[in-house]
């Protein structure tokens, strides 16, 4: 398995930005489709966006489609997902998680889908 640590989380005014990165280390990088997550207290975890392996391929939930970009660079192994106005309802923990795929173009939008997890960041919107 690949291990997954985020940052970057933080606390910011509704309408701010915040910028989330999940590094990768242990097994190649660009062998895994990468999704953020989100999980406020009291709720399940929610998908967020997702992307390929390969990067050519991205998707969003509903809510998060114009506001969040996921990207990712291999060669630092490294998933981003940048954040703008952010709303008091985008305050969760921000989880990125990986699926081992040999396909380049599909990614996953299933929490159970995916076989890695990091340990989570903290966003916090304020109103």
């Known amino acids: 398995q690949v291990q997954l640590v985020e940052s970057g989380g933080g606390l910011v005014q509704a309408g701010g930005s915040l910028r989330l990165s999940c590094a990768a280390s242990g097994r190649t990088f660009r062998d895994y489709a990468m999704g953020w997550f989100r999980q406020a207290p009291g709720k399940e975890r929610e998908f967020v966006a997702a992307?390929?392996?390969?990067?050519?391929?991205?998707d969003y939930a509903d809510d998060m489609k114009g506001r969040f970009t996921i990207s990712r660079d291999n060669a630092k192994n490294t998933v981003f997902l940048q954040m703008n106005s952010l709303k008091p309802g985008d305050t969760a923990v921000y989880f990125c998680?990986?699926?081992?795929?040999?396909?380049?173009?599909?990614?996953?939008?299933?929490?159970?889908?995916?076989?890695?997890w990091g340990q989570g960041t903290q966003v916090t919107v304020s109103s």
């Open positions: 998680a990986a699926h081992f795929t040999y396909y380049s173009y599909t990614y996953y939008k299933g929490p159970s889908e995916y076989d890695s």
């Open positions: 992307i390929s392996r390969l990067g050519g391929s991205t």
